[in-house]
């Protein structure tokens, strides 16, 4: 074991935790990300451990059990500083879990005091005045209000924190932001002293992150979107390194999965099928009756995957959908469980394809990138180049107990991330 580690990082989505982990990279953390929390402690020479989790849309309770164990085991390595990172779009249900899972690890690190701001502007999601902004849209009125498992429909943070914890909910607003590092931690002591405990900081540019990022030096407690990190490692005393994000060469074919039905996945899918490249178009309804046949899906998307898997152009399996359709499929059937049933059968695709002798996959999704990642039994991935903002490449050395001996590159594309040309642009970059 080794006692290097400044930053202990517990990501509520696997998508969300390599962005967080890009983000640290970037600005000169050795970021090492391991998904679920481990058994054992970990022998390795990183500044920061990501622990991804997939705890977005679980019930709370479940939640906070698995990011309390998360802590437990971080604070075993002697972590500095705690930062719980959830999605830059603020997902969450009204019962959580964003809110319960802050104040349980505040109750936790013994804190009365913590911050919450998903603000990330490289990815056009900007906080003003405490509402979240998804590019020049608010947040309600963005492509979020549709979202399959976490619809988003009130743009004001304070409002959906303060429904999702009884800790009293406050706002560091632009001026303090403006004003600089020290008008910042006055405010902190300032909300302390009327017993606010947890405060939306507003952000709309790096800078201000940077600005933030030197205010929130020694808190035990920083829970925000990946946006936050890049003002950390200034506290640590680390600089940029180009050595941070070199992966080993390549391998396989190229693959694509997307369970993702957010604006950005559609337009990537269309985006990919109007290049002319192949696809396989998933119908949800197949999977809704009660004893769904998953498995037949399943080996028949093998068996039209097979013949087409080639080193130089990517395949793409989908159950991307669009708000209508997704929407009528919801009201014929249980929307968790037929996601549920969606994530299951994409991670047994994702399975047979790197058993297929895929070796760079991108996988479309939070949520589906957590059942690929699981089904794939991957445990750790070395964190690599950047394709689009919070989203880099990945290099994990598969187990020789998994689908494939020998390394996989993967790519795990928050729903909401990318160009329209991301599905073939990603791979020209390996
Ligand atoms: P995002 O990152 O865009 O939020 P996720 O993978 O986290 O994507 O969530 C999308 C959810 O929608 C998953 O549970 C997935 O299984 C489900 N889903 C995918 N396609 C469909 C569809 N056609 N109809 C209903 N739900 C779908």
């Keep these: 074991m080794t006692n290097t580690i400044l930053l202990g990082c517990i990501a509520d989505d696997f998508t969300g935790a390599t962005d967080l982990a890009n983000n640290l990279v970037r600005t000169g953390f050795r970021v090492t990300q391991i998904n679920g929390v481990p058994t054992k402690p970990l022998s390795v020479e990183a500044d920061a451990l990501v622990i991804a989790l997939k705890s977005r849309t679980i019930t709370a309770g479940q939640a906070i059990e698995q990011s309390l164990a998360a802590l437990h085991w971080l604070q075993h390595h002697g972590t500095q500083q705690i930062y719980f990172k959830y999605c830059s779009t603020f997902d969450s249900t009204p019962a959580g879990n964003i809110g319960p899972v802050s104040q349980a690890l505040m109750a936790e690190l013994k804190t009365d005091f913590t911050i919450a701001t998903p603000a990330f502007p490289d990815n056009g999601r900007t906080v003003f005045k405490g509402h979240l902004f998804v590019g020049d849209q608010l947040l309600s009125d963005s492509g979020m209000k549709d979202h399959p498992l976490t619809p988003m429909r009130e743009s004001n943070l304070v409002k959906v924190l303060q429904d999702q914890t009884s800790h009293r909910v406050g706002l560091v ?172 059968l994409l991670g047994k695709v994702a399975q047979d394809l790197v058993e297929d002798g895929v070796g760079q996959l991108v996988v479309a999704g939070g949520e589906t990138s957590g059942a690929c990642v699981q089904a794939l039994a991957i445990e750790q991935m070395q964190i690599g180049p950047q394709i689009d903002p919070g989203v880099p490449w990945c290099f994990s050395q598969l187990s020789s107990a998994g689908p494939r001996a020998g390394g996989l590159h993967l790519a795990l594309k928050s729903g909401n991330f990318g160009t329209d040309d991301f599905f073939t642009k990603a791979f020209k970059l390996l």
């Design 173 to 344: 607003d632009h001026k303090a932001i403006a004003a600089g590092s020290q008008a910042i931690s006055q405010k902190f002591s300032e909300l302390r002293t009327q017993g606010i405990g947890m405060a939306i900081v507003d952000a709309v540019t790096n800078e201000d992150l940077i600005t933030l990022g030197r205010a929130l030096k020694g808190m035990p407690l920083v829970t925000a979107g990946s946006g936050v990190a890049i003002g950390l490692a200034q506290n640590f005393g680390l600089t940029p390194s180009a050595q941070a994000s070199a992966l080993p060469a390549t391998s396989g074919f190229k693959a694509i999965v997307s369970g993702s039905c957010s604006l950005a996945s559609n337009r990537q899918v269309a985006h990919f099928k109007q290049a002319g490249l192949p696809s396989f178009g998933i119908d949800p309804t197949a999977l809704m009756q009660d004893h769904a046949d998953v498995a037949s899906l399943v080996a028949q998307i093998r068996q039209w995957a097979r013949p087409l898997l080639n080193p130089d152009n990517p395949i793409l399996v989908y159950a991307t959908a669009d708000a209508q359709t997704v929407s009528r499929l919801q009201q014929q059937c249980d929307a968790h469980l037929l996601g549920g049933r969606i994530e299951q």
